[in-house]
């Protein structure tokens, strides 16, 4: 048998870190490197390949043809790898625990492209909004918001704004929209697992709340959102929650979404941590850009 020509494979790796990420820095961010070293381990494959990979001023590199052509191919030769290496079998489960709303609404939606993207792994969520303990319910790592900095021996990945407001559906807003008094006294939606969020909006926004003509609580966040939809009256929700039924004209928000410090955070051990845990980290900060940035009230 010939031997295999390979170019360098930590030079691989940086490639396929950029190509996914569209940004040196962010490569650098997932390889735990410096922003050089990805540049210098990229040109280094070039030379070794004998082709460009990578065109334009720095500040703006784009994938030349060889290079869509490599990247095409190289996401799922590395994820073969990695899947053959011994204990591989263990790491190809990965327990998630979340908040149940944010699960439905934000996180299961979007978690064909992860699958696509990792097709011989198993991501499997589970509900849970307690503190950030591993091993409950057999969670690998947690969703929770958060602020600041991690306890010693945690990994944390901030990867999507926090912000709260009230939404309603389109239909008891057009009814009541002429008379600002009148939307603000709106029946009044509330969930158990934030009591206080039309008290904290009020005090944030400053805004007097009058008497609301009704007052309806519910469990959870998502039967909330839903009695929103269907137009039971005003709730004051997160704007994560809320984002997808506002796209699909379920939900308006007229007063936008007011800013939180705490953010959407993946946690999980920082040691030993396994690939397919690392590619959802990875994958979590992407899809997090993409997401809109709190906004705030029309026309503000």
Same mark, same amino acid.
């Given at each position: ?92 489960? $990965? ?102 969020? *039309? ?76 690939? $397919? ?5 990875? *994958? ?17």
């Amino acid at each position: 048998m010939s031997r295999r020509r390979l170019p360098s494979l930590k030079g691989l790796q940086a490639f396929e870190a950029f190509a996914r990420a569209g940004l040196m820095t962010r490569a650098a961010e997932e390889l735990s490197v410096t922003h050089g070293a990805v540049s210098r381990q990229i040109k280094a494959l070039e030379r070794q390949l004998g082709t460009r990979l990578l065109a334009g001023p720095k500040h703006a590199l784009t994938l030349t043809p060889a290079g869509r052509e490599l990247a095409a191919s190289l996401g799922p030769a590395l994820d073969m790898i990695a899947a053959s290496l011994p204990g591989a079998a263990a790491d190809r489960e $990965l327990v998630v625990s979340c908040l149940s709303t944010f699960a439905m609404k934000w996180l299961i939606p979007r978690l064909p492209h992860f699958i696509d993207r990792h097709p011989g792994g198993r991501v499997r969520i589970v509900e849970d909004r307690g503190a950030a303990a591993f091993g409950q319910a057999g969670a690998h790592a947690v969703i929770r918001l958060w602020r600041g900095p991690p306890e010693p021996g945690i990994k944390a990945t901030p990867f999507l704004d926090h912000a709260y407001g009230p939404v309603l559906s389109p239909a008891l807003f057009e009814a009541a929209a002429r008379d600002p008094a009148k939307l603000l006294a709106l029946p009044r939606l509330h969930s158990e697992t934030f009591a206080a969020g *039309w008290a904290k909006w009020a005090d944030d926004a400053g805004v007097a709340l009058p008497p609301a003509t009704a007052e309806r609580a519910f469990e959870r966040n998502s039967y909330m959102l839903e009695a929103a939809a269907a137009g039971l009256g005003c709730a004051v929700t997160g704007q994560a929650f809320a984002q997808a039924d506002i796209e699909a004209g379920r939900l308006v928000a007229p007063w936008g979404f007011h800013p939180l410090p705490t953010r959407f955070t993946y946690l999980r051990p920082a040691l030993n941590e396994p690939p $397919l845990s690392k590619a959802f980290g990875a *994958w979590l900060a992407t899809e997090g850009r993409k997401a809109p940035p709190p906004a705030g009230p029309p026309g503000a």
